[in-house]
């Protein structure tokens, strides 16, 4: 991960006994100034992500939600397809049965 313009923390950063270079009161403020500006960078970036994920997760809910609703959709045309299919089928035999000659209805 990047921290924009900022150096990258180095390990002496983290140590408890401080950096092992030599310091001076202003050079120590200044590490603990940069790191304070290091942690709060890191924490407002925390907070981005965290509510990138939360309108992820509701964006997600949302498409989940419309996804069942296409599902139930597309199941209704089914049966109404099947359903206008074995009626057109009925209404060709019907019209076959009323439209044949007479001497097949006699055989």
Known sequence: MCYGGERLPSKEDFDVNGPTRPTTAAARLAAVNENEAVVENLRDRLAETEARLERARAREAELSRQLEEMKRFVSVMEILETYLKRR????????????????????
Do not use: G, I
């Open 88 to 107: 057109y089928r009925e209404q060709q035999d019907q019209l076959c049965r009323l439209f044949s000659p007479v001497s097949a209805k006699s055989l």
